[in-house]
């Protein structure tokens, strides 16, 4: 019996062929995935926290120029914990998992011997998970500009943590429970 030369070969370049496709869908899966892990913003994983004007209110500040971190922040902040966040602050900041912690910052407008709040300038959010957030204290940290969802953080560590550091006896959170 004569054999075609030609169905050996078709089998083994398929073969090599569905290998060869398997090996560059990997290829790009997995630079698809570096790309992912190198320029997704490092908090884009903290949600916006829906509802949160709901949550209790621990207090509201006012930062005017003069404060060392007027540029940034300055305004009328007020600051929301959810149920988990609360129990924290009543334990004396001590937070477990689960704890979100946001400050709503408004413009101050100074008019007729009131100040009052202007347009938002900027939502932001702390969530607390150990595990996920271990090179930022247990936190993840974004914000969010204005009233909308547009990110604001590109780096979570310097552009956030950096400066929450100074409360790190108080588990990195600035404020406190007013009683």
Request: with cysteine; aromatic share 12%.
């Given at each position: 019996?004569?054999?075609?030369?030609?169905?050996?070969?078709?089998?083994?370049?398929?073969?090599?062929?569905?290998?060869?496709?398997?090996?560059?869908?990997?290829?790009?899966?997995?630079?698809?995935?570096?790309?992912f892990?190198?320029?997704?913003?490092?908090?884009?994983d903290?949600?916006?926290?829906?509802?949160?004007?709901?949550?209790?209110?621990?207090?509201?500040?006012?930062?005017?120029?003069?404060?060392?971190?007027?540029?940034?922040?300055?305004?009328?902040?007020?600051?929301?914990?959810?149920?988990?966040?609360?129990?924290?602050?009543?334990?004396?900041?001590?937070?477990?998992?689960?704890?979100?912690?946001?400050?709503?910052?408004?413009?101050?407008?100074?008019?007729?011997?009131?100040?009052?709040?202007?347009?938002?300038?900027?939502?932001?959010?702390?969530?607390?998970?150990?595990?996920?957030?271990?090179?930022?204290?247990?936190?993840?940290?974004?914000?969010?500009?204005?009233d909308?969802?547009?990110?604001?953080?590109?780096?979570?560590?310097?552009?956030?943590?950096?400066?929450?550091?100074?409360?790190?006896?108080?588990?990195?959170?600035?404020?406190?429970?007013?009683?």
């Amino acid at each position: 019996m004569l054999r075609n030369p030609n169905i050996n070969k078709n089998k083994t370049n398929g073969g090599l062929m569905n290998k060869l496709k398997f090996k560059l869908g990997l290829l790009i899966l997995s630079i698809g995935l570096l790309g992912f892990v190198l320029f997704y913003p490092q908090g884009a994983d903290v949600p916006y926290p829906e509802g949160y004007r709901g949550w209790t209110h621990i207090k509201s500040m006012i930062l005017e120029k003069g404060h060392p971190l007027y540029d940034a922040f300055g305004g009328i902040h007020h600051v929301y914990a959810n149920k988990t966040a609360l129990a924290g602050y009543k334990a004396g900041n001590k937070f477990k998992d689960g704890s979100v912690i946001v400050f709503d910052l408004f413009e101050a407008v100074s008019k007729d011997n009131a100040i009052t709040e202007g347009n938002r300038k900027v939502v932001g959010v702390m969530v607390k998970n150990s595990k996920k957030y271990k090179n930022t204290g247990g936190w993840g940290f974004e914000g969010f500009a204005g009233d909308s969802r547009n990110r604001v953080v590109k780096n979570m560590e310097g552009e956030c943590f950096a400066c929450h550091m100074q409360a790190k006896e108080k588990d990195f959170v600035f404020s406190e429970y007013r009683k």
